[in-house]
């Protein structure tokens, strides 16, 4: 097994991990190497929990989170409450995801939902139609304020100036959003490569969407190198399409916090009386 | 519960369940306004649908979207719409629908009523016997069905393209089922594209080998009846919420001229609708709806849950002061026909050898039923046996023993398995490992390559190339080779995992290998350390650094079980079959490196000393041999390559633990087994030949009588045929039960695991499957065969068909196999 892997593997968090210098050097060596072998034009990342890292927390609890926070939005610019609460919205952006992403008609072999339909929807099932911008933009900025640049990017683009770094994401954001999120992060506002699955052109998880960025790009595939860090989409995928690849998993102990905090949430909305495995399904 | 009335069945029972259905319901259709989508509301459900959606969003303060209309669809109509287009599909629809109806049934379900009357007269000459070969045949009658068929294909065309517009996706929203209208609206229309929203999904419709697109089961989609997923009990009695949504309108099966400008308002179908006592249940329902669609949604989510539980409760095990609400209305026929009949029926009996078994199988709610005809201390026992028809056993498919109770799951390891390849020098077929490796659907492993003196660039090359998970990957280099079994320690020895198994370099799997093998020995670790599947033997070469196969061959097939004794003969399964705990492995010492070949029959073999090994009698495994025209190269097999070694470590093998048996009690028993282990294996040569002899004959028997001519025959014992009729009416009875969905599935299951080895023969298991009778199989089994004169049988039985008339006996055929057979009465036959 590659050195890089293991000390990955077996690091504590996907985020004290990045934080030390040297096991980004252990990470980027191997890549730079590459990269420079192969003479690669485009160095493509795979953006959430690759460039953007995530808190140690599942993705029901950030959607928990989101919906309080929705709340006391609207509670702030209002001099009463909302006539829904944190639960209701969160409920209702479960159901309202899993009908965008069933609903979502097949483009390039691939469905998936998007940001706006899942919004709207929401609001639909909140009986406040009128919420929808407050509702984008109260997610975004919760994204932006809990993701944090990965290090390794910054270290990468610096040792590979002449590599043009892209973003490539199976995602229900839209690449604008997505790239307005890079920006913030980046702190620079120059613009961005990015390709979301839900612009309807395939997705790394079909491998289509690695076609679309060669043939926008112009670049052939032995000159693209993929980072990220799910096995099928960011590793089996890109190099069944003929890019080379890096597998940069998540830690088994980060992997393990995300699943207890998801089961935290489940027995939550179990004492709430609500069958938690129906909703909780993410896999549309 | 006990309700007072329908109207509060509908209010507290239905009311919860049907709030979170159009929540639900509304989240999809939101999904289709901003797309290039119309909306179709299938006639007739979709008119109640429609109705109560409106009615929510009204309370709501929402308006109903604009790209919402109704289809006038009805199953018939659509078979008609399809009959220019798809002809094939319309009339293997009709004959699904009809089945072995007379023809002039089929012309009387298709015309109208008015059309019908005309023609009948005529029909009395008709000689034609299937619909197909009537319409084919050109006459005038024919001629007058088939333009009528054309006719309605062409309005429906028109009609629909009016209606969708220029939108190119059409999503349809019914009651649901299995989507037979989509499917047909499918192989019709092709140019759209077609997708269903339903209350609920029940399988798959499939039509002449045509599957049915996307369908969208909002409240449940499973062809099964789960306890833990209570939404599934509509299974039980999905005709409840097919009464809840079917208005009192007609069913639309004919279209006019004029009817391509729509339907009208909904009110007004509404308000002239005929309806029955039960309606009552509909308005209770919008009552309910909009007294509660303001709720919040926690709360809207929370009742329908609490109110789904009880629901199905309801469902599964009615008392009977439920089932006058909870049965439904009654049920139409339709495809042409006119009448109802019951959900329900009254406990007595209709006819003579009627039981209350018989009328549970024939119930269309048959716990219902079952909470009729049984007193309190017996009800919920029979509803037992009833539901575990719509079951199915699912995961413990391999289940062996019931020596593994639930909650212990515990216990178990973490299901991690170590594949060893052991490896020199065969780069080509070491990368045809690892791709075998990386299309395992089961992922909880770790590959372990063990380069036994081979050349390591090579090996970390093809490891670097694969898309296993480069952190799953270990690689053992033995400077110099070590030998096959010692090589399997090395690699076995380098990483821990719950199970092992050996894929040597030139093996491959099926994807589904290690899923099966793993649940197995989850399933059954009580009972087993080791588990085979069966092995299908594949012949190839290696031409010019390329593999060329030429065949595959189940190999030993015969393996049911694995046994000792057996196994002290020889070795009857190959490694890459045989996946075991490691802790065996570490208590029999590993593998014996003192042995250059057959060390994997020397581990089995002690092995099966400490443990038990299962079968998966699937043939996931696959075992390559060189075996054509191969000159000694690094690419011989070395069960092949060492062809004379094997014979003589046969014999150093079996000696090994003949000597071990004197003085050790452990290995007393061996050397009596072995004894009896070849002279089982002579037995199995000689039967094999039997076999063979017998397979023979028979062929030349059947080659014989197929030149017995007419005459001849006339001769022959009329008993014999007799017998040999029946033989083939029961299994005529058997294949179709065994085709039929639940409920009678655990019923089959049982009997189709006696016929695999529970000790009867296949004769005795269709003879139990037919003598069951209504327990046993469902109705709908007894489908006539084409050899019986059904018409001619009713003829000289009058009362089987005034039975049949009563609708208590459900077919001449049905009658005959229960009855009739048995009072002695005539089998009439027909050319088939």
């Known amino acids: 097994m590659d050195e890089y892997l293991c000390e990955l593997k077996e690091a504590d968090g996907i985020r004290s991990f990045y934080e030390d210098a040297r096991n980004v050097d252990t990470i980027a060596e191997p890549i730079i190497d590459t990269a420079r072998r192969a003479k690669a034009e485009i160095l493509s990342f795979d953006v959430f929990d690759t460039v953007l890292l995530r808190e140690p927390k599942s993705e029901a609890r950030r959607l928990f989170e989101m919906s309080e926070r929705l709340v006391e939005r609207c509670t702030a610019g209002s001099d009463a409450p909302p006539d829904f609460t944190a639960e209701d919205a969160f409920l209702a952006r479960l159901v309202a995801a899993k009908a965008a992403y069933s609903m979502a008609p097949e483009r390039n072999g691939n469905r998936e939902g998007n940001f706006l339909a899942i919004a709207t929807t929401v609001c639909q099932l909140l009986d406040r139609p009128d919420l929808v911008e407050p509702y984008l933009a109260n997610e975004l900025e919760y994204e932006a304020g809990s993701l944090e640049l990965n290090p390794l990017f910054k270290n990468l683009v610096s040792e590979l100036p002449d590599v043009q770094p892209v973003f490539v994401s199976d995602m229900y954001l839209e690449s604008f959003r997505i790239e307005k999120l890079l920006k913030s992060k980046l702190a620079d506002d120059s613009s961005k490569r990015v390709f979301s699955s839900v612009d309807g052109n395939g997705s790394k998880r079909s491998k289509g969407l690695f076609g679309y960025v060669e043939e926008t790009l112009s670049v052939k595939d032995k000159r693209i190198i993929h980072l990220g860090d799910s096995l099928h989409s960011d590793y089996r995928m890109p190099k069944r399409h003929g890019w080379a690849a890096f597998y940069l998993p998540l830690p088994d102990a980060e992997k393990s916090k995300r699943r207890n905090c998801h089961e935290q949430v489940k027995s939550e909305l179990e004492q709430a009386n609500i069958p938690a495995a129906e909703y909780l399904n993410f896999n549309f | 519960m006990v309700w007072e009335s329908h109207y509060q069945f509908g209010r507290d029972a239905l009311g919860p369940v049907m709030e979170g259905y159009f929540h639900r319901l509304h989240a999809y259709l939101c999904q289709c306004e901003r797309q290039e989508s119309v909306v179709l509301f299938a006639l007739r459900a979709g008119v109640r649908i429609y109705d109560l959606y409106e ?350 109770g639930p909650g212990e799951q515990g216990m178990l390891g973490d299901g991690c398995v170590a594949i060893i390849t052991r490896t020199k020098d065969r780069p080509l077929l070491l990368k045809r490992a690892a791709e075998s490796v990386e299309r395992q659907t089961y992922e909880n492993y770790f590959w372990v390559v063990v380069n036994d003196g081979g050349n390591l660039r090579e090996v970390l090359t093809i490891a670097r190339d694969t898309v296993i998970d480069p952190s799953k990957i270990f690689i053992c280099s033995n400077e110099h080779s070590l030998g096959m ?73 015969w393996v049911q079980n694995v046994e000792i004794a057996e196994m002290l003969t020889t070795n009857f399964f190959p490694p890459i079959a045989f996946v075991f705990r490691r802790s065996i492995w570490e208590r029999i010492s590993g593998f014996d490196e003192e042995l250059p070949v057959l060390g994997d029959w020397d581990f089995n073999i002690r092995f099966l000393l400490e443990s038990d090994i299962g079968v998966v009698p699937k043939a996931l495994a696959y075992y390559h041999h060189r075996d054509q025209n191969q000159t000694a190269t690094t690419y011989l097999n070395s069960v092949l390559g060492g062809v004379d070694r094997h014979a003589a470590y046969s014999s150093i093998v079996r000696n090994k633990y003949i000597r071990k048996s004197v003085g050790n009690s452990d290995y007393a028993g061996l050397a009596a087994l072995m004894g009896s282990g070849l002279l089982q294996r002579d037995t199995r040569h000689r039967i094999a030949s039997t076999t063979h002899w017998m397979q023979k004959s028979l062929s030349h028997l059947e080659d014989v009588a197929r030149q017995v001519d007419a005459d001849t025959q006339s001769k022959v014992d009329t008993e014999t045929l007799a017998k040999l009729q029946d033989e083939l009416d029961q299994r005529w009875v058997a294949l179709h039960a065994a085709i039929q969905p639940p409920p009678s599935n655990q019923r089959r299951r049982h009997l189709l695991r006696r016929s695999h080895g529970g000790g009867a023969t296949v004769a005795e298991t269709i003879k139990e499957m037919v003598d069951m009778g209504s327990s046993g199989i469902r109705a709908q089994s007894f489908e006539t065969p084409p050899d019986f004169d059904a018409h001619e049988y009713l003829r000289i039985n009058h009362d089987v068909a005034e039975g049949v008339e009563r609708g208590e006996i459900p077919s001449a055929f049905y009658h005959y196999i229960k009855y009739g057979r048995k009072e002695g009465r005539r089998r009439p036959s027909r050319d088939p």
């Not at chain 2, 309108?249 to 005929?274: C, F, K, W, Y």
């Not at chain 2, 899923?515 to 009972?527: A, C, E, G």
């Not at chain 2, 588990?531 to 594949?538: A, D, G, M, N, P």
């Open chain 2, 55 to 404: 009615a929510w969003l009204e309370a709501k303060g929402l308006e109903i979207q604009p790209n919402i209309r109704f289809i006038k669809a009805s199953r018939m109509m659509l078979i008609k719409a399809v009959y220019e287009s798809r002809r094939d599909i319309a009339m293997a629809a009709l004959e699904k629908e009809l089945g072995h109806g007379s023809l002039a049934q089929y012309i009387s379900a298709v015309l109208p009523k008015r059309l019908y009357d005309e023609i009948r007269p005529e029909l009395v000459n008709e000689q034609r016997e299937t619909f197909q070969e009537f319409l084919d045949e050109g006459n005038h009658i024919s001629e007058k069905v088939s333009g009528y068929l054309q006719q309605q294909a062409e309005r429906f065309r028109r009609y629909l393209y009016d209606l969708v517009g220029d939108a190119e996706r059409v999503i349809l929203v019914d009651s649901g089922w299995k989507g037979t209208s989509q499917l047909l609206l499918e192989a019709g229309f092709p140019d759209l594209d077609w997708e269903g929203i339903y209350f609920g999904c029940i399988g798959r419709a499939e039509i002449d080998g045509h599957g049915v697109g996307r369908m969208h089961g909002l409240v449940l989609d499973s062809e099964e009846y789960q306890p833990c997923n209570p939404e599934t009990a509509f299974v039980v009695h999905r005709h409840l919420i097919e009464s809840f949504f079917e208005p009192g309108i007609e069913s639309v099966e004919h279209l006019e001229p004029d009817d391509a400008q729509g339907v009208g308002s909904v009110r007004q179908m509404l308000n002239s609708e005929t309806r029955v006592a039960w309606d009552e249940t509909y308005d209770g329902v919008a009552a309910y709806l909009v007294a509660h669609a303001a709720d919040p949604f926690a709360q809207i989510t929370r009742d329908y849950h609490i109110a789904v539980d009880r629901l199905a409760q309801t469902l599964c095990y009615p008392s009977p002061d439920v089932i006058p609400y909870a049965a439904g209305k009654e049920r139409s026929y339709d495809m042409g026909m006119e009448g109802q009949v019951g959900v329900v029926m009254p406990p007595q009996n209709r006819f003579r050898g009627d039981t209350a078994e018989h009328r549970i199988d024939q119930a269309i709610w048959q716990t219902g039923q079952a909470a009729l005809e049984y007193s309190v201390d017996e009800r919920e026992f029979i509803q037992r046996n009833v539901l575990s028809g719509y079951t199915t056993i699912g995961a413990t498919e391999y289940f062996v023993a019931s020596t593994d």
């Open chain 2, 485 to 557: 079994e010692a090589a399997s320690n090395v690699g076995v020895n380098a990483f821990d995992s719950e199970y092992v198994v050996i894929h040597d370099d030139d093996d491959s799997w099926h994807p589904d290998f290690l899923q099966n093998t793993v649940r197995f020995l989850n399933n059954n670790h009580k009972v087993y350390d080791g588990v085979i599947t069966k092995s299908l033997y594949v012949s190839e070469e290696v031409v010019d650094n390329t593999v060329v196969e030429h065949g595959r061959t189940p190999y030993n097939d």
